[in-house]
C-alpha cells in the first residue's frame, strides 16, 4: 500500500537549483524535471500548504524564477527563510603574508569545473604554487599545465590541502552553479580567501570576493601586496560564517518549533522532504 504523509505543512527542501545559469539572454534550462518531482510528491502527501524551501539566495532565485514561469499550473509556496547548510568547523587564523599559492577542491565532474582555457586564466604559470583536488578528469587531460599540481578526489584530507595553499579560487561550468557552496564555507574556516563567481558568492554575501576570471590575477596581487586586507577578507569571512551555525539556524526557525510544540501538533503540522 503506498505511503502517503497528512500534514498541515510540508517543506521541500531544494538542495538543487531549479534553473541553470543561461548561456545565452533568456535561455535558462531546467537543472532537473522539476514538474515532475513535485508530482511525485504531491501524490504521496495531503497537506493545506506545500512549501519549498530554498538553501541560498541565489538557489532561492531559481525557484522564484521557475515559478513565475509554472503560476498557472503549480501551487507551491516559496518559503520567506532559507534552509542554509549548518556549517560549524574551527576557523584558522589567516597567515601573516600571504602568497600567491591557489588551488582549489571539489568532487570530480565536468559541472564542477570551468573549460581548460579558463582554468589556464585561473590558475597561470606566474602563481608559486597551484594546487587542485578531485581533478581526476583533468589528470586524463594531457594538455594541462605543468606546473599543475592535480590530485584525484579523496587523495588528500580537505583540511590538509588547504593549509598548503592561500587563495581558493572556484570557478564552476558556466552551464552550471552551486546551489549552496559548502566547499566554500571550508575554505573560509581554514583562513583562506575565496574568490568565485557573483552568483556563488551571494550565499556568502562579503565573505567571499566575487570577480570575474580575467581578474582574479589583479585581487591575489593586491591582497598579497597588502596583508591587512588579506587578513581583514579572512575574518570577514570566518564572521559570516557564524550566520551557517546550527544556533543561528534554531534562532531563524525557532518560532516554527515554538508555535508547532505549544499547538502540541507538531507531528501533524511539520514534515519535509529533501531534493
Known amino acids: 500500500m503506498p505511503v502517503r504523509i497528512v500534514c498541515d505543512k510540508f517543506y521541500v527542501v531544494c538542495h538543487e537549483n531549479f534553473l541553470r545559469p543561461a548561456q545565452q539572454q533568456g535561455q535558462e534550462r531546467e537543472g532537473f524535471d522539476v514538474a515532475h518531482c513535485l508530482r511525485l510528491i504531491e501524490n504521496g502527501v495531503l497537506a493545506r500548504i506545500r512549501l519549498l524551501a530554498p538553501i541560498s539566495a541565489n538557489n532561492r532565485k ?46 570530480p565532474g565536468f559541472e564542477k569545473f570551468p573549460g581548460l582555457d579558463v582554468m589556464k586564466v585561473l590558475f597561470p604559470h606566474s602563481a608559486e604554487a597551484v594546487r587542485l583536488l578531485g581533478a581526476n578528469d583533468l589528470m586524463l587531460e594531457n594538455s594541462r599545465p605543468s606546473h599543475w599540481q592535480c590530485l584525484p578526489f579523496g587523495a588528500e584530507p580537505v583540511d590538509q590541502f588547504l593549509s598548503t595553499i592561500d587563495f581558493f579560487v572556484y570557478f564552476t561550468n558556466p552551464g552550471w552553479r552551486e546551489s549552496f557552496g559548502r566547499v566554500l564555507a ?59 551555525s546550527a544556533e543561528a539556524f534554531r534562532r531563524r526557525h525557532r518560532f516554527r518549533i515554538d508555535r508547532d510544540t505549544s499547538a502540541r501538533t507538531s ?9
Not at 513565475?68 to 507551491?76: A, D, E
Not at 542554509?84 to 599559492?101: G, K, L, M, W
Not at 576570471?213 to 570577514?236: C, F, G, H, K, T
Open 267 to 275: 507531528a501533524l503540522e511539520f514534515a519535509h522532504a529533501v531534493f
Open 62 to 107: 531559481t525557484i522564484v524564477d521557475w515559478l513565475s514561469r509554472h503560476s498557472n499550473t503549480v501551487t507551491w509556496q516559496v518559503d520567506p527563510l532559507d534552509w542554509t547548510n549548518i556549517c560549524e568547523f574551527n576557523c584558522v587564523a589567516p597567515v601573516s603574508q600571504p602568497r600567491d599559492r591557489r588551488g582549489r577542491h571539489s568532487r
Open 186 to 244: 571550508e575554505a573560509m574556516a581554514a583562513g583562506k580567501v575565496v574568490i568565485t563567481d557573483p552568483e556563488t558568492a551571494s550565499t556568502f554575501g562579503a565573505g567571499a570576493i566575487c570577480a570575474k576570471p580575467e581578474d582574479v590575477n589583479s585581487v591575489i596581487s593586491d591582497l598579497i601586496s597588502d596583508p591587512a586586507a588579506y587578513r581583514e577578507q579572512v575574518l570577514r569571512g570566518q564572521t559570516i560564517l557564524g550566520e551557517f
